[in-house]
């Protein structure tokens, strides 16, 4: 078990977390007229095509009617064509 002063030492050595919309702005900035169909977007990137916060966009992840994202190992990616074509459903007032 570690000593408290070295749990104290490693956790002032940590970076500290960034806010939602610092992370957004540093991982999220995307391009969509340069994005290909098939392009896989991080959590950050969509949240900020969706102009929500992060937050908000683990809520609406969790909707059944939302899209499915892609695993590849242990990270979560969302297809870019599918994304679109769930925003066109938003839109039109249906679902996609």
Excluded: Y
Aim: proline letters at 5%; hydrophobic letters at 40%; one cysteine or more.
């Amino acid at each position: 078990m570690k000593s408290d002063s070295v749990c104290r030492a490693v956790r002032c050595a940590l970076p500290k977390s960034e806010t939602g919309p610092a992370r957004i702005a540093r991982l999220g900035a995307v391009d969509i007229d340069k994005l290909a169909d098939d392009a896989l977007l991080r959590n950050e990137q969509v949240a900020s095509i969706l102009n929500v916060p992060l937050s908000t966009f683990h809520l609406l992840r969790k909707r059944p009617d939302f899209v499915h994202p892609v695993h590849i190992g242990c990270r979560t990616r969302w297809r870019w064509v599918t994304l679109k074509a769930w925003m066109r459903g938003q839109e039109q007032g249906g679902e996609a």
